[in-house]
């Protein structure tokens, strides 16, 4: 993909891309945005490439709402050429951690398009995004969960490290929101202190030996989870059984 000069034209030009991976905006951060688009006016241009003769956004969805909402024009680069679905997912992804302004849900729901539609191994999924393979693979358990937790975990009302726990206890859906729901009564919806889930049961308290735990990617969203001493990679585990 190569790109052309920064230029200015009608907010209402751009089409929204109708795949992009972030599935809305934060209503403080836009908010937030739009302030600084009207003080500062916009800093960095949006990114657009050609389909059928219209213009499409591939990155700056939140940048060309606030111009839009301010009357103001919008400044893009055109990208040249055609960049396939994958590519333009990627970029869209990888931007979006960049910004630091996509929700653990659309993050996850991207990488199995990727996997799924972009037909790409988790590997390469990982070299391109700069993760490791566990972390891709942490991020998909995320769709493990229910509907509702999951909307929880992308308003960061439910955090994903006890988001993966809940999916780890092997619950249908029900059982799934009936253990958030116990721990949200215990105030356990975020880690730290007291909000700290308790040990399930049989396991060593802290500072007894902890034992490392391992999760390893089964494909097709499948995953296990080893626990034991030193059991912090694949090989680790194979050795040891």
């Known amino acids: 993909m190569t790109t052309r000069d920064v230029v200015r034209m009608d907010a209402a030009e751009p089409v929204v891309d ?7 905006f934060q209503d403080e951060t836009q908010d937030a945005l739009v302030r600084n688009i009207a003080e500062l006016g916009q800093l960095v241009p949006i990114i657009l490439r050609t389909e059928n003769g219209k213009r499409i956004v591939v990155d700056g969805h939140r940048r060309l709402q606030a111009c839009r909402e301010l009357g103001k024009e919008v400044e893009a680069i055109v990208l040249e050429g055609a960049p396939t679905p994958t590519e333009i997912l990627l970029t869209q992804l990888s931007l979006g951690m960049h910004h630091d302004n996509l929700g653990p849900m659309d993050l996850a729901n991207g990488i199995d398009r990727l996997l799924k539609d972009g037909g790409l191994s988790r590997a390469k999924v990982a070299q391109q995004l700069a993760m490791s393979e566990p972390t891709i693979c942490r991020k998909l358990m995320l769709r493990q969960l229910s509907p509702a937790l999951q909307d929880r975990v992308q308003r960061g009302h439910l955090t994903e490290s006890l988001a993966r726990r809940i999916v780890e206890a092997s619950l249908d859906h029900v059982e799934q929101e009936r253990l958030a729901a116990r721990w949200a009564k215990q ?55």
């Open 18 to 24: 109708a795949g992009n991976p972030r599935s809305a």
């Open 187 to 241: 105030g356990r919806n975020r880690e730290g202190g007291k909000n700290t889930p308790a040990p399930a049961a049989g396991s060593k308290k802290a500072g007894r030996g902890r034992s490392a735990r391992f999760v390893a990617c089964l494909g097709q969203g499948r995953t296990i989870t080893l626990a034991g001493p030193g059991l912090s990679s694949l090989d680790a585990a194979i050795e040891w059984a």
